[in-house]
């Protein structure tokens, strides 16, 4: 069974950096991609960044530049480093693992419980 575990998430203010963290377990995480994706209050679930099995990343305009994703197979981890946080990054953050080796609009087949990132003003 595929779990994803979040953690890393809190409170920091604007233009300070937070780094959130996804252990996953249950199947060969170097063959997958994953992703992140955040949810603000009363907002859809919006994907925010992905990186394939290969390493190559893609971004939502509203992080690139600000946010990288990156994984480490050997621990099974992935990471999203934010800088420069925005009040409008406030939201629950969560981990995605793909059924896929690159990053598709359907692809996601696991969640990770989320995390919760606040950026005061």
């Known amino acids: 069974q595929v779990q994803l575990v979040e953690s890393g998430g809190g409170l920091v203010q604007a233009g300070g950096s937070l780094r959130v963290s996804c252990a996953a377990t249950?199947?060969?995480?170097?063959?997958?991609?994953m992703g992140w994706f955040r949810q603000a209050p009363g907002k859809e679930r919006d994907f925010i960044a992905g990186?394939?099995?290969?390493?190559?990343?893609n971004y939502a305009d509203s992080v690139k530049g600000r946010f990288t994703i990156s994984r480490d197979n050997a621990k099974n981890m992935v990471y999203l480093q934010m800088n420069s946080l925005k009040p409008e990054d406030t939201a629950i953050y969560y981990c995605?693992?793909?059924?896929?080796?690159?990053?598709?609009?359907?692809?996601?087949?696991?969640w990770g419980q989320g995390t919760q990132v606040t950026v005061s003003s």
């Open positions: 249950g199947r060969a995480f170097s063959s997958y991609a």
């Open positions: 990186i394939a099995s290969s390493g190559i990343t």
């Open positions: 995605a693992g793909y059924r896929t080796r690159i990053v598709t609009l359907e692809g996601v087949g696991y």
